[in-house]
């Protein structure tokens, strides 16, 4: 049986709100979270314990651009490939420090 997920770590999304984020990869999950602060921004998931292991399908981790990270609901994230290089390595450099 193949693993069906709507996003993989890496792809770059959009919030309804308008924020760039991009996707946290499974390894690097429990990391983020330790060293990160959580958003709490419209659209997460909030129940307590609810997000220990997302599945990538309705549970969506997402780093944004302003260094927070929520685990968002999928329908308020959608795909987001023609971000700017400017966002994208931004993000990307986010989450290389949050990976070491």
């Known amino acids: 049986m193949t693993d069906r997920r709507l ?3 890496g792809d770059t999304v ?3 709100t308008g924020q760039a984020g991009i996707v946290i990869p499974e390894a690097a999950f ?3 979270r330790n060293g990160m602060k959580e958003g709490r921004r419209p659209g997460h998931y909030f129940a307590p314990g609810c997000c ?28 987001s490939p023609d971000l700017s290089e400017k ?14």
């Open 87 to 100: 966002k994208r390595g931004h993000l990307q450099a986010l989450m290389q420090g949050q990976s070491e």
């Open 52 to 79: 220990q292991h997302p599945d990538y399908v309705v549970q969506v981790p997402v780093l944004f651009e302003d260094g927070t990270y929520d685990v968002m609901r999928a329908m308020n994230i959608r795909k």
């Open 7 to 9: 996003f993989k770590g």
């Open 14 to 16: 959009t919030a309804f």
């Open 30 to 32: 429990s990391d983020v």
